[in-house]
């Protein structure tokens, strides 16, 4: 399973943009990007997924390179309640459905 | 989400002690997962089924032990519980798609508290 690398932490404040990057230099061929949230107590909940160039929906933009080596959450004009962690996983049919969770992103939103 | 369901949600018990944690689904799906979390990491993979009939070890495996009982229950037991295995533990459930990459949905989690 392809490893990522993204920030630790980040801070924000509402309204702006966020854009949150993850690097994984080793992805298959095979394997689509996905983006998870999780609330403190809850489980992951999806965001976005996709496999290259740009993918929006209701909540958030995905962009990825040609290489695909990386990849670009986007969520405009958070607010408060996108305070969370948020985590890039990479993976497909080779990898049997299976996610690795790194250690996520925690974003806090201030006001 | 309401569609899986883990019971119980709370628990605490004794080292040595056996425990089972249940999980639920109705959205129909053939594939099911259990994680663990620890405080401030993220989730580990420790069991997944792709059907009633296939069982595969995870990351973590050591220490625990499944069974699917039905296509929408999934069991998770601890035969013999240690402090270690203090941690939130998470259900799943996913589609096949021969298209790619499918999306999980998580239960509310167990967390487990072991003395």
């Known amino acids: 399973l392809a490893k990522t690398t993204q920030p630790i932490s980040m801070d924000s404040y509402e309204g702006q943009e966020v854009n949150i990057t993850c690097s994984h230099n080793n992805i298959a061929t095979n394997d689509y990007i996905t983006w998870y949230q999780q609330f403190p107590s809850q489980g992951p909940r999806f965001i976005i997924q996709g496999y290259k160039t740009k993918v929006t929906n209701e909540v958030a933009s995905l962009f990825i390179p040609a290489d695909r080596k990386s990849s670009t959450l986007s969520l405009p004009r958070v607010s408060l309640s996108d305070t969370a962690v948020y985590y890039c996983?990479?993976?497909?049919?080779?990898?049997?459905?299976?996610?690795?969770f790194g250690g996520g992103t925690r974003l806090m939103v201030k006001p | 989400d309401a569609d899986v369901t883990q019971t119980p949600r709370n628990r605490i018990t004794k080292t040595g002690k056996r425990i089972m944690l249940e999980c639920s689904q109705t959205?129909?799906?053939?594939?099911m997962y259990w994680y663990r979390q620890d405080p401030g990491l993220g989730l580990r993979l420790i069991y997944y089924?792709?059907?009633?009939?296939?069982?595969n070890k995870g990351e973590i495996s050591d220490g625990y032990s499944v069974s699917r009982q039905a296509q929408a229950k999934f069991s998770l037991s601890l035969e013999s519980a240690i402090p270690n295995q203090t941690a939130l533990y998470f259900c799943?459930?996913?589609?096949?798609?021969?298209?790619?990459?499918?999306?999980?949905?998580f239960g509310p989690g167990t967390r487990l508290t072991v003395l």
């Open positions: 996983l990479v993976g497909g049919l080779r990898a049997g459905n299976m996610l690795t």
């Open positions: 959205k129909g799906h053939d594939r």
């Open positions: 089924s792709f059907d009633v009939k296939d069982i």
């Open positions: 799943a459930t996913s589609d096949f798609s021969s298209g790619g990459y499918n999306e999980q949905f």
